[in-house]
T-cell receptor
Framework: ETGVTQSPTHLIKTRGQQVTLRCSSQ?????VSWYQQALGQGPQFIFQ???????GRGNFPPRFSGLQFPNYSSELNVNALELDDSALYLCATKIGGGNTGELFFGEGSRLTVL | GEDVEQSLFLSVREGDSSVINCTYT??????LYWYKQEPGAGLQLLTYIFSNMDMKQDQRLTVLLNKKDKHLSLRIADTQTGDSAIYFCAEIISGSARQLTFGSGTQLTVLP
């Protein structure tokens, strides 16, 4: 039990639609990162938020966007869905904004784009 | 992760030791991690090692780091069927946006 909860656990969308994935974490976990894990691959970093501001971004287009809220919850939004967006989306949180500290992962939201 | 490489599969007998290997390319890695992922689950941190160390032991787990060869290994002693999972190594690079860069994972199968 990591204290990181993601919703929904599974969802199906069609190409061109928009999706919002949610993550809630333990109090005090003021850093949240989102990762995309395609089938058979390792997770790929999408972006990170610290104290409600984006402070790092991986190689993902602008149609991937996020928000972090004061209550330690966050969202990942993906617009204009493409078939290749089908993946497991993982949220990870930790205390503090530096390189140290354990990242706690949620169990993920599995998105299928048809 | 193109900067972190792992072999895809490993099969061992219950009770034997498992050794999962990983190579990375960025010499400025500061922390290196091992995560475990069971089917349908998120990632569980098993252990990590700071780049100025060459070994870390934690119960059945031993991590070895060869910084010269950029090689990381995870040894699991007395492997059990419950250890069957995908194991990912990951690095954090100094000066990066603090993201983890993962390998593609090694599927460990423990045979009875």
């Amino acid at each position: 039990e990591t204290g990181v909860t993601q919703s929904p656990t599974h969802l199906i969308k069609t190409r061109g639609q928009q999706v919002t994935l949610r993550c809630s974490s333990q109090s005090g976990h003021n850093t949240v990162s989102w990762y995309q894990q395609a089938l058979g691959q390792g997770p790929q970093f999408i972006f990170q938020y610290y104290r409600e501001e984006e402070n790092g971004r991986g190689n993902f287009p602008p149609r991937f966007s996020g928000l972090q809220f004061p209550n330690y919850s966050s969202e990942l939004n993906v617009n204009a869905l493409e078939l290749d967006d089908s993946a497991l989306y993982l949220c990870a949180t930790k205390i503090g904004g530096g390189n140290t500290g354990e990242l706690f992962f949620g169990e993920g939201s599995r998105l299928t784009v048809l | 992760g193109e900067d972190v490489e792992q072999s895809l599969f490993l099969s061992v007998r219950e009770g034997d030791s498992s050794v999962i290997n990983c190579t990375y390319t960025d010499s400025s890695s500061t922390y290196l991690y091992w995560y475990k992922q069971e089917p349908g689950a998120g990632l569980q941190l098993l252990t990590y090692i700071f780049s100025n160390m060459d070994m870390k032991q934690d119960q059945r787990l031993t991590v070895l780091l060869n910084k010269k060869d950029k090689h990381l290994s995870l040894r699991i002693a007395d492997t059990q069927t419950g250890d069957s999972a995908i194991y990912f190594c990951a690095e954090i690079i100094s000066g990066s946006a603090r993201q983890l860069t993962f390998g593609s994972g090694t599927q460990l199968t423990v045979l009875p």
